[in-house]
Each structure stands twice: as structure tokens, then as C-alpha cells.
């Protein structure tokens, strides 16, 4: 049986990564204790993780790195149902890398757009991110049908942290174009685990 001082998450405030294993261990009811740090100033965190990032997961005398590997590792822990449906595993992968990629380039966008001095700022690469994050959530639209279930999985919580991400630092102008979506998220955000780990209030970028 886990305890939940077995289980350490250590996550941010805003982190979109950090939020899938949080909602992970809200739907699989793994017991566990979560410290939301600042990174900026989580020297002790090097030990565990050299990149110094949120989330990561202590688990005894473990350390778990990589929001992926995280959630992986929370799902085989848990007697409760795989949210990595097996008869779609690699297609599931697939979305939750694309949902990933979208929730990097948001971050990245976001670093450039707000703690780097608007002369410095590289208009070239905040466009490149702009695009993959359309472009991705464009994909995913046209894929809707296939990945939305009546059941909860691993990717639709990927996606569902990767939209609400891109409308909390970036832009909302997404869901014009991406109905379907858009439709989703607004159902999906009603569920208690969507509600409980909404973004609070970040740290300053240093
Ligand atoms: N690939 C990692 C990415 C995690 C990540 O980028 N975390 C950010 C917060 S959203 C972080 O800790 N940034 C601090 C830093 O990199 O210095 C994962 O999936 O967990």
C-alpha cells in the first residue's frame, strides 16, 4: 500500500507538466504529498534532478524525472484502470508528445515574450513557436474524434493542459478556428481535477 509520505511531487504553480502528473494522481487517488517550489531558488533539487525542474517525483529513496516518466511510473503504482489504453498505446504516445511540444513552445514563448528585455527579444523564434503551437493544435482538432472518449486517458489530460496553457500565457484566439476543441476543453474543465490544479501565481523568471 503507498503511503503519502512515500511520495514526494514537487511541481510549480503554473507548470503545464507539473499539472498532468497532478491530475494523474487526482483520478488514480494516489496518496501523496505535493510541495509547489519556486526552481529559481531550489538548489536542494539538484541532487535529484540536475535540469532543476519541475514536476519531479521523489518516491522513497528515488527520484523520478520528466512529466512522462512521472505519470508512467504513477500509472504502474496504481490498481486502478491504465490511462494508457492499450489498443491505442502508441497513438496515445504520439498525442501526448505533440500535446508536450505545444506546452514547450508556450513556455519558451512565454520566457521570451515576458523576461527578456523587448530589444532582445527574438521576433524570428517567438513566431517559430506561435506556428508550432497552432499548427499542433490543428493537428490535434482534426484528430479529435479519435482520441476523445467517454473515458479519461493519458493523452486527453495532456491535451486538455496543453490548450488551457496556450490560452493562459498565450492566446484564447486558438478555439475560433478549433471548435471541436474548444467544445471539449469547456466540458473537460468542469471536472473537479481541472479545477483543483489551475494555474496560481508564478514565480519570477531568473
Ligand atoms: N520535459 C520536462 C519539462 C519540464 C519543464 O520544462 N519544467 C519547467 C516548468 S514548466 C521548469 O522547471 N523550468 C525551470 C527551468 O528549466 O529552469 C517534463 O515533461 O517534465
Request: proline residues 4%; glycine residues 2%; contains cysteine.
Amino acid at each position: 500500500m503507498i503511503m503519502s509520505e512515500d511520495l514526494i511531487l514537487y511541481n510549480g504553480p503554473t507548470s503545464p507538466f507539473g499539472r498532468k502528473c497532478k491530475i494523474v494522481t487526482l483520478i488514480l487517488e494516489i496518496p501523496h504529498q505535493e510541495e509547489k517550489i519556486n526552481i529559481y531558488k531550489s538548489r536542494f533539487l539538484d541532487e535529484h534532478n540536475p535540469l532543476r525542474q519541475v514536476p519531479t517525483l521523489i518516491s522513497g529513496n528515488r527520484a523520478i524525472v520528466d512529466s512522462d516518466n512521472i505519470c508512467l511510473y504513477l500509472d504502474s503504482i496504481s490498481n486502478k484502470k491504465s490511462l494508457f489504453p492499450k489498443d491505442r498505446y502508441w497513438d496515445c504516445v504520439t498525442m501526448i508528445s505533440i500535446a508536450n511540444g505545444i506546452m514547450e513552445n508556450a513556455v519558451q514563448r512565454f520566457i521570451e515574450t515576458s523576461a527578456i528585455p523587448i530589444e532582445e527579444q527574438r521576433s524570428k523564434a517567438i513566431e517559430r513557436f506561435e506556428k508550432k503551437i497552432l499548427r499542433s493544435i490543428e493537428w490535434i482538432e482534426n484528430k479529435h474524434d479519435e482520441f476523445v472518449k467517454e473515458e479519461i486517458t493519458m493523452d486527453q489530460i495532456a491535451v486538455a493542459c496543453a490548450l488551457d496553457y496556450t490560452s493562459f500565457r498565450f492566446s484564447s484566439e486558438w478555439k475560433i478556428k478549433n471548435t471541436k476543441l474548444s467544445k471539449w476543453l469547456e466540458e473537460i474543465t468542469k471536472k473537479d481535477y481541472m479545477k483543483i490544479t489551475l494555474p496560481g501565481e508564478s514565480f519570477k523568471y531568473e
